[in-house]
């Protein structure tokens, strides 16, 4: 069976994997305090055009999400996002286990506006209910779409004003910065948000995820909690090995590009079909929605995940692209739909 369930479903890019094998009898310094993981923040720095950014390499995209907004609130204030939003619920209740209550909002697209952050503000408005304090949105978003500059523009002017951190999940940012829609840059988000990551997991890396801490406010003592939450890597070297081969020559954004065709592919191929979206997604994740007699056909030579019933006899399933995937798959998979079809 070839999997589209996931991004992360393969090891890890040839160049990765030379890199960490050329440097694998190195004696390097641990806990991310080596020569590989400062460059590699340099790299990062350049790209995104800020020297003042404070910059973390964590193993996993939970742990950066619970640091980010552990490290943020005080223990009576919360975190509003996406209903969808990947802290809400795909994270086993990480971030209330830190003592932050989640306030998931309804969205037709995955997406947070101004309007749907004020109704939450609107809702909490004493000390007998948590303060909302921050603002967590994914880019792009668990449901593949993604914030224009215009967008994200607002969302930062609006949380600006009401005093409100913003922080962006990164999880799939390559994906984003590399759609046919997408229009903003590394350095658009570093102007705009208080802190972000990058995804390395879900982008070619083996593991790894760089948190980017842009407000001063936030970046007193992070090592510190990075310890206490048992984040800190102590072969720290090898996230900074792949986020330096990342930042290299391009990597990162071809990883992606690639990912991004050809999920275009399979959307083209799965539209002249007759198939419909049950959301628009130019990124790297596509969620059709198909026959349960055509879905439970494809599942025997194909591994993919079901996303949400649509009624007695259809249903969104959700299909992923990555760096690895092949033509030769996506090919076979769009000639079993069409004899389906």
């Known amino acids: 069976m070839y999997s589209f369930n996931n991004d992360y479903s393969e090891g890890a890019h040839p160049r ?10 190195e ?10 993981t400062d460059h590699a923040k340099e790299l990062i720095r350049q790209e995104i055009g800020r ?36 802290i809400n619920v795909h994270e086993t209740g990480a971030i209330e286990a830190t003592g932050h209550k989640v306030l998931g909002q309804p969205t037709p697209d995955g997406l947070m506006t101004p309007a749907l952050i004020q109704k939450a503000l609107d ?8 303060q909302p304090k921050m603002v967590y949105i994914s880019n792009a978003t668990e449901v593949g779409t993604q914030y224009t500059k215009a967008q994200l523009e607002a969302l930062s002017a609006f949380c600006r004003q009401k005093g409100l951190y913003l922080f962006l999940d990164g999880a799939r940012l390559g994906s984003a910065l590399t759609s ?8 658009d988000i570093a102007r705009l948000t208080d802190l972000f990551y990058i995804g390395g997991t879900k982008n070619g890396a083996l593991f790894g995820e760089a948190l980017i801490i842009l407000n001063p406010d936030l970046k007193q003592d992070f090592r510190f909690l990075i310890k206490q ?3 800190m890597l102590a072969k720290g070297w090898l996230l900074g090995i792949q986020f330096e081969e990342l930042f290299q020559n391009r990597l990162f954004y071809d990883i992606a590009s690639h990912a991004n065709e050809m999920a275009g592919k399979l959307r083209r191929g799965i539209e002249d079909c007759g198939y419909s979206f049950h959301w628009a997604s130019t990124t790297n994740q596509l969620f059709p929605v ?37 033509p030769e798959a996506v090919d076979a998979f769009l000639k079993a739909l069409q004899k389906l079809s």
């Open 51 to 86: 020297e003042d950014a404070d910059i973390h390499m964590i193993t996993g995209g939970t742990q950066t999400n619970l640091l980010a907004i552990s490290c943020a609130l005080k223990p009576y204030q919360a975190v509003i996002c996406a209903e969808t939003g990947h």
């Open 290 to 326: 198909l026959p349960n007699t055509v879905m439970e056909a494809l599942s025997r030579d194909f591994l993919f995940s079901v996303q949400t019933v649509i009624d007695d006899t259809h249903t969104c399933i959700r299909l992923v692209t990555s760096w690895a995937t092949k």
């Open 16 to 25: 990765i994997l030379q890199a960490m094998m050329e440097t694998n009898l």
């Open 229 to 231: 939450k048992g984040a």
């Open 180 to 187: 046919p829609a997408g229009d903003l840059t590394l350095a």
């Open 27 to 36: 004696q390097n310094n641990g806990y991310s305090l080596d020569l590989h």
């Open 123 to 130: 809702w909490h408005t004493d000390e007998h209910m948590v």
